[in-house]
C-alpha cells in the first residue's frame, strides 16, 4: 500500500521525496523500490506515536530551512486535473498563490489532511501536543495553527482518494497506465475513458466508499502488538479524546457554527480564523 502511494506521488510530479521511517524493523531503508526511485529515507532513532512524528517531520523541514513541505496519509493516491494537469504542478500553484495573498499561512489542504502543505513558519510556532498521541491530533494542531494566528486554506489541485486496497497497476501492472491515459487525451477518447475508469476504480475502493472500517484497515498493526499493549493503545486512546474535549470544549474537529474555541474566544477578532475556512473550493 505505502509504495502505491510513493510511486503515485511521484507519477504526479513530487520529485523530491522523504520517507520517516518508524516501523518496527526500520525497513524502509532497504527496499528496492524506493532504492530506485530515489526515495530518501530517515529513519526515526526510537518508535514514535503519530504525533511525535508530525513533530519529527516539522523539525526536519526546519532543520533544512524549507519555506513548506507537503505531508500525506500513507495510503493516498492522487489524480491530477485533466490534460496532463498533475497534482504536483497544481499543488505548487496553489502554494505560490496563497503565499502571496496571506504571507501568514500556516495549512493548505488538498482534500483535508490527506494531502496538505504546511508553512514552515506556522510549523516553527506550533507544535503538535504529544499529549494526543494519535486521533484528534490533527483537529487541535490545526485549532492552535489558527490560534497562533495563521491562515488555514482550502485548494483544488485534484482528487485525493483515501484507499483501502492496492489498486491494480500502482505499483505495477497492466490495467493502469498514466502516461499512456494522458497521451491519448488529444488523439482519442481512449484516454479520457482510461483516466475516467480508473477514477471510478478509485472512488469505489476509497476508505469512504467501502465497508473497511478503522478496526479493519489497521489490523496489521493491530496483530503486531501484545495484547496488553493493544489494550493500553486504546485506553490512550480514550483519555485523549477525553484530554482534547477538556482543552477545545468539543467533541470534534469542526466548531459549531456562532462558537469558538476557547483560545479563539481570546483572540483580537482580526486575528482569528474560522475553521471550516480550510473547505474552500479555491482551485489551482
Known amino acids: 500500500m505505502f509504495n502505491q502511494t510513493l510511486r503515485n506521488l511521484l507519477d504526479e510530479g513530487f520529485s523530491s521525496l522523504v520517507v520517516l521511517d518508524n516501523s518496527p524493523g526500520r525497513d524502509a531503508a532497504r527496499d528496492r523500490f524506493m532504492a530506485a526511485a530515489g526515495v530518501e529515507v530517515v529513519a526515526t532513532r526510537t518508535p514514535l506515536s503519530f504525533a ?18 507537503f505531508w500525506g496519509h500513507a495510503d493516498i493516491v492522487l489524480v491530477g486535473r ?13 502554494v505560490a498563490r496563497v503565499a502571496k495573498a496571506a504571507p501568514g499561512w500556516g495549512v493548505i489542504f488538498f482534500g483535508y489532511d490527506w494531502f496538505a502543505a504546511y508553512s514552515a513558519a506556522a510549523a516553527a510556532s506550533v507544535a503538535w501536543d504529544i499529549l494526543i498521541p494519535h486521533y484528534k491530533a490533527d483537529c487541535d494542531y490545526y485549532h492552535r495553527v489558527r490560534a497562533a494566528g495563521h491562515s488555514v486554506h482550502g485548494c483544488y489541485a485534484g482528487r485525493v482518494y483515501d484507499m483501502a486496497v492496492v489498486a491494480p497497476g500502482l505499483p505495477e501492472g497492466p490495467a493502469y497506465d498514466r502516461d499512456a491515459a494522458l497521451a491519448a487525451l488529444d488523439a482519442t477518447a481512449d484516454g479520457w475513458r482510461i483516466l475516467e475508469d480508473y477514477r471510478v476504480f478509485l472512488t469505489s475502493h476509497s476508505q469512504e466508499t467501502t465497508a473497511a472500517t478503522e478496526a479493519v484497515r489497521n489490523r496489521w498493526r493491530d496483530e503486531a502488538l501484545p495484547l496488553s499493549e493493544l489494550l493500553g493503545r486504546r485506553a490512550a486512546e480514550a483519555n485523549a479524546f477525553e484530554y482534547y474535549e477538556a482543552k477545545w470544549g468539543l467533541d470534534g474537529c469542526k466548531v459549531p457554527p456562532g462558537t469558538q474555541p476557547w483560545t479563539q474566544a481570546l483572540m483580537p477578532a482580526s486575528t482569528a480564523a474560522p475553521l471550516d475556512e480550510g473547505q474552500a473550493g479555491e482551485q489551482a
Not at 511525535?52 to 513541505?69: E, G, I, K, S
Request: aromatic residues 10%; contains cysteine; proline residues 0%.
Open 52 to 69: 511525535q512524528l508530525q513533530n519529527a517531520v516539522r523539525a526536519l523541514a526546519l532543520d533544512r530551512r524549507l519555506d513548506f513541505y
Open 82 to 94: 485533466a490534460q496532463g494537469r498533475r497534482f504536483g504542478a497544481a499543488a505548487l500553484r496553489c
